[in-house]
């Protein structure tokens, strides 16, 4: 498994931002695809976005134009800048890993948005 460690999350405010970390234990250029994906109670898990190891990067739908993913290779760090933020981004953010063969996950970082 890639160890994931996910930090950043908090409380803030409809129309705020925050900005979430996630360093690998590998270097990311290895990772075929590095995903950030979120989980609302008694919701589906929804992917947010995904970075291929080339530096490609897809959004899901409701996050478009709102936040956006980048990564810092020699930090091992995948980033998640989200920006006016509503109360329905209220979720556990997770990082993933994909296309090694398994999946992994790192344990979550709650994120609040308050009205």
């Known amino acids: 498994q890639v160890q994931l460690v996910e930090s950043g999350g908090g409380l803030v405010q409809a129309g705020g931002s925050l900005r979430l970390s996630c360093v690998a234990s590998?270097?990311?250029?290895?990772?075929?695809?590095m995903g950030w994906y979120r989980q609302a109670p008694g919701k589906q898990r929804e992917m947010v976005a995904g970075i291929t190891s080339g530096g490609r990067i897809d959004y899901g739908d409701s996050v478009k134009g709102r936040f956006t993913a980048s990564r810092d290779i020699p930090k091992r760090t995948v980033y998640l800048q989200m920006n006016s933020l509503k109360p329905e981004d209220t979720a556990v953010y997770y990082c993933?890993?994909?296309?090694?063969?398994?999946?992994?996950w790192g344990q979550g970082t709650q994120v609040t948005v308050s009205s």
């Open positions: 993933n890993t994909r296309g090694l063969g398994f999946d992994s």
């Open positions: 590998l270097s990311i250029s290895s990772i075929p695809v």
